[in-house]
Each structure stands twice: as C-alpha cells, then as structure tokens.
C-alpha cells in the first residue's frame, strides 16, 4: 500500500497500477478509474484512450480519440478491429 500510494503521489498512476495488477490488489479497478479520471480532468484524452484500448473497450477509446481531435487514431483503431 505505501509503494502504491508513493507512485500515486509523484503521478505515476501507471506503475502503480502495474504493481497493484502483479500483486493482485484489491483496488485496482478503483485505480484505473482514478487514473483515467485524472486524465480526462487534464484533458489528456490520448492517454484516456490508450488506456482504454488496452482494456479492450475499442469504442471509449474511440469516443475519447475523437474528443481529443485524434481522428486518425481513432480510425486506427477502427481499422484493426
């Protein structure tokens, strides 16, 4: 829990969630909300989407691409799924 809260402190949400998922944390669902919260309240849509690719939810990725004014990207990915 210190580790996670350290790398949440210096924003570094991706490690942290990295760590939580090998230690299989209870919360780690609550930290990716978090994180992709944080994102969208930094206008960081890209990295919204990334996110949300990675999880397999093609469509919020997207939707959060072209929020961004990421139409290509969004059409990559339409384009490999």
């Given at each position: ?20 998922e090998r230690k ?30 990675q999880e397999g ?25």
């Amino acid at each position: 829990d210190e580790a996670l809260a350290m790398y949440q402190e210096l924003h570094k949400y991706d490690e942290s969630i990295r760590l939580a998922e090998r230690k299989n944390h209870p919360k780690v669902m609550h930290l990716k909300n978090f994180y992709l919260q944080w994102l969208l309240s930094t206008q960081q849509e890209e990295k919204a989407g990334e996110l949300q690719e990675q999880e397999g939810d093609y469509v919020r990725a997207i939707d959060l691409y072209l929020r961004g004014g990421m139409a290509a990207k969004a059409a990559s990915v339409v384009n490999r799924q």
